[in-house]
């Protein structure tokens, strides 16, 4: 089996500082993407390098204290690929590939944060300039090898994937066309949400995203924004998954699926 995990950390400090190193100890998965690391090389440096002996590779955002995304490996990869080429959102730390290549197999892992619009129209614009380049970028590398996407896509998808979908209509993250993106990535883009395809009827236990605000984590008035999005080839080897909640490492909670790959 192979155990993949994904985690918005909202702050690596935070996240560390609050248990997810022995959870990690406790769950040995294979690797964990991160998102929100909210740090720069020099605070990683000799502190976050390493994980519960897993390695970390990372796409730092050039702004302190924002964004950055990584994965910890438990095996070494054959290359790594920082940033998805745009010239607009790779100073923000959104991208990084692990590659574990072989003679007959061409694999990736992604961590990937997607942008909030939450702020303002001028983020919800750019949160769409985001979803028109990565969907050609993920069509591309589709045709060149499997992969799964772990990350906060901050979206959506479904009525079933946020407790009050009525009220949110009309709000970044379950806006139509954020939701039609997602529709066509797992339509025509041939991807798989990995979680849907295990669990497609799930509602109030899907979700892995709580505002800090109104007691929403104890009520569970909760959204499903994190993802695996894995090409069919790779998503069909998905066998378990767990959300766990029973400790809080951030405003997300962590995703975890266990696949049956073969080497």
């Known amino acids: 089996m192979f155990t993949l995990s994904s985690l918005n950390l909202n702050g690596i400090r935070s996240a560390t500082s609050k248990g997810l190193e022995p959870w990690l100890a406790q769950l040995q998965p294979d690797c964990i993407c991160v998102q929100e690391v909210k740090a720069q090389a020099a605070d990683v440096a000799g502190k976050f390098e390493t994980l519960a002996d897993l390695s970390g590779y990372f796409?730092?955002?050039?702004?302190?204290?924002?964004?950055?995304?990584?994965?910890?490996?438990?095996?070494?990869?054959?290359?790594v690929v920082?940033?998805?080429?745009?010239s607009e959102f790779d100073a923000e730390g959104r991208y990084v590939e692990l590659r574990f290549d072989t003679p007959t197999r061409k694999r990736s892992i992604i961590s990937a944060y997607f942008p909030s619009g939450s702020s303002g129209e001028e983020r919800q614009m750019a949160k769409y300039r985001f979803l028109?380049?990565?969907l050609p970028h993920l069509m591309a590398l589709k045709g060149q090898r499997e992969f799964v996407l772990c990350g906060d896509i901050n979206i959506a998808h479904q009525e079933i994937d946020l407790k009050n979908f009525k009220g949110n209509k009309k709000n970044s993250g379950f806006l139509p066309?954020?939701?039609?993106?997602?529709?066509?990535?797992?339509?025509?883009?041939g991807?798989?949400?990995?979680?849907?395809k295990l669990?497609?009827?799930?509602t109030d236990a899907a979700y892995t995203w709580w505002s800090?605000?109104?007691?929403?984590?104890?009520?569970?008035?909760?959204?499903?924004?994190?993802y695996h999005l894995a090409t069919p080839a790779l998503a069909t080897g998905a066998r378990t998954h767990a959300i766990f909640k029973e400790v809080k490492f951030s405003d997300h909670a962590p995703i975890t699926i266990a696949y049956d790959w073969q080497s």
């Open 199 to 202: 669990e497609p009827a799930a």
């Open 59 to 79: 796409h730092f955002a050039q702004k302190k204290g924002y964004s950055g995304v990584g994965v910890y490996t438990r095996h070494t990869p054959s290359d």
């Open 177 to 189: 066309e954020e939701r039609a993106w997602m529709t066509q990535l797992l339509t025509e883009g």
């Open 132 to 134: 028109a380049e990565m």
């Open 212 to 226: 800090n605000r109104g007691q929403a984590y104890a009520k569970n008035v909760g959204w499903r924004l994190d």
């Open 82 to 86: 920082v940033g998805y080429g745009s």
């Open 191 to 196: 991807l798989v949400d990995v979680y849907r």
